[in-house]
């Protein structure tokens, strides 16, 4: 089942943020920290009370969360070099890795992707880390293609 995610959910997305954060953290240990969280409670709160940052939980029988999606939607801008779209963001998306291989990535994307166009927007965007082929694989799987490239030089 796929739904908005409450706070009551808290807990559960805090543990699947470290799981992300571990991840990252082994392919770009000098960006990301083991055992660490993008978010803490305090901006949870905020973000799930927030209509333009929607979270979707994907959550079994047991109403326990086995994955999440945190979205972004973008207004358009009012300057003019670009076209005024709304777009949806996608800021992160997890299964939970005891969870992986059941489709449930796919069940989040395809949900997230209904409210885009419910929403009025012109596309979905996101980042992927370059050290998370996986992710990447899955993404490209769900129809998405490349839009522009960022890249950097270590000093």
């Known amino acids: 089942m796929i739904r908005r995610a409450e706070e009551k959910d808290i807990p559960q997305i805090m543990a699947l943020l470290g799981q992300v954060c571990n ?6 240990p000098d960006l990301f920290v083991m055992g660490g969280t993008k978010y803490d409670e305090k901006q949870l709160k905020a973000i799930l009370a927030d209509d333009s940052t929607p ?6 029988d047991d ?3 086995v994955g999440y999606a945190f979205c972004v939607l973008k207004e358009p801008t009012s300057d003019t070099a670009t076209t005024d779209i709304r777009s949806l963001y996608i800021d992160d998306i997890c299964v ?10 796919t069940q989040l994307y395809e949900a997230v992707k209904a409210f ?10 996101l980042n992927v880390w370059e050290k998370n082929p996986a992710a990447r694989a899955f993404y490209e799987a769900m129809g998405m293609s490349v839009q522009k490239t960022c890249m950097e030089e270590l000093l």
């Not at 991840?23 to 770009?28: D, F, L, P, S, T």
């Not at 979270?55 to 079994?60: D, R």
């Not at 885009?116 to 965007?125: L, V």
């Open 116 to 125: 885009a166009k419910e929403a009025g927007c012109y596309n979905i965007t």
């Open 96 to 105: 939970d890795e005891n969870a992986r291989g059941q489709h449930i990535g």
């Open 63 to 65: 109403d326990v969360m």
């Open 55 to 60: 979270v979707f939980a994907c959550c079994g």
């Open 23 to 28: 991840v990252h953290a082994k392919g770009r």
